[in-house]
């Protein structure tokens, strides 16, 4: 007989081993493959999902962190024009106290020189009066010295003589 023509016996047995082949396959390897496959479609699918899942919450966090950054300029912006206005403010009053400590000073000064104008004023006068005594003495060839330096005389002579010098 053949392989195209098998006998009686051969038949049930290679059919009684197929269907065995058969329902072994079809409860036991076929279910656990199909559990496979789903799982594995699932693990996809699901992946899939949340992948869109994290996808939609990136784009929220960075809309988020876009809205926190533009904030944060704005404050940076707020604060840099806070500090401006206070340095504005400061040099304001350090150019005030400066101009006062220079009024003061001028003020110092000028008293000090008006001070000091009035001691060499006076010391002129002394010195003055002695060069007038002197010229006069030798002008009239008498010895002049013994005529204080306060007399009524000189001092019209010293008051002419400053009259005479503050008109000009």
């Known amino acids: 007989m053949g392989p195209l023509n098998p006998s009686k016996a051969e038949l049930v047995i290679a059919l009684i081993c197929f269907f065995t082949i058969y329902g072994v396959l079809g409860r036991v390897l076929l279910p656990r493959a199909r559990r496979v496959l789903d799982e594995r479609a699932d693990a996809i699918e699901g992946g899939m999902d949340r992948a869109g899942n994290a996808r ?69 006068r002394v010195a003055v009066a002695d060069l007038s005594t002197e010229l006069a003495s030798r002008i009239v060839g008498e010895p002049l010295a013994e005529i204080a330096t306060d007399s009524p005389a000189i001092q019209r002579y010293l008051d002419d003589l400053g009259d005479f010098t503050t008109t000009d």
């Open 56 to 124: 939609q919450e990136a784009a929220a966090q960075l809309e988020e962190y876009r809205l926190q950054l533009s904030g944060a300029r704005r404050e940076a912006a707020r604060i840099v024009q806070e500090a401006k206005e206070q340095g504005a403010l400061l040099i304001d009053e350090a150019r005030q106290q400066a101009l006062q400590e220079r009024a003061r000073m001028i003020a110092a000064a000028e008293a000090e020189f008006a001070a000091d104008r009035a001691l060499v004023e006076a010391s002129l």
